[in-house]
């Protein structure tokens, strides 16, 4: 009984995953950025070498 209840009080498992989540949310934000950039960029590319 002891050895539940300590365990159901213990956070240092959902602090743990709390900083899980934020790192895929970062991960996704960054992906998804370069992304977009990378599709422009290549967009800008084509326009100025077609314009040649």
Not at 28 to 52: D, K, Q, R, Y
């Amino acid at each position: 009984m002891k050895t539940a209840l300590k365990f159901l009080s213990d956070r240092s498992g959902a602090t743990a995953i709390e900083y899980g989540l934020i790192v895929a949310l970062v991960a996704l934000v960054l992906i998804v950025a370069v992304m977009t950039i990378g599709t422009e960029i290549g967009n800008t590319f084509n326009s100025i070498s077609n314009s040649f």
